[in-house]
Nanobody
Framework: QVQLVESGGRLVQAGGSLRLSCAASGRTFSSYAMGWFRQAPGKERGFVAA????????PYADSVKGRFSISRDNAKNAVYLQMNSLKPEDTAVYYC?????????????????WGQGTQVTVSS
């Protein structure tokens, strides 16, 4: 089993940057692909980015390509999401996830474990 705890969400102005962190517990963390999803008010939870177990493959949603960067540190059992050039439409609760599989667009059905989420609010 993997337990996930996100942190780093806060209020930020448009154009700013933010780094989200996800701390994982469980001996199997390094064998999992990991991902970030987000859910805005009134919208479905959707894919943001994923990273393979070794960090070598990192697919992104089209809406964040070139602005967001996902990374992981298996020695620290952690996953990160660096978010630059933030826009008001990036406002959402961001969730860390341990994935059963991943693709260029990873559905929520691929998620094995969820974190509790962290709120990111981008003001215009």
């Amino acid at each position: 089993q993997v337990q996930l705890v996100e942190s780093g969400g806060r209020l930020v102005q448009a154009g700013g940057s933010l780094r989200l962190s996800c701390a994982a517990s469980g001996r199997t963390f390094s064998s999992y692909a990991m991902g970030w999803f987000r859910q805005a008010p009134g919208k479905e939870r959707g894919f943001v980015a994923a990273i393979s177990w070794d960090g070598g493959i990192t697919p992104y949603a089209d809406s964040v390509k070139g602005r967001f960067s996902i990374s992981r540190d298996n020695a620290k059992n952690a996953v990160y999401l660096q978010m630059n050039s933030l826009k008001p439409e990036d406002t959402a609760v961001y969730y860390c996830a341990a994935l059963k599989w991943y693709s260029d667009y990873t559905p929520i059905s691929a998620v094995d474990y969820w974190g509790q989420g962290t709120q990111v609010t981008v003001s215009s």
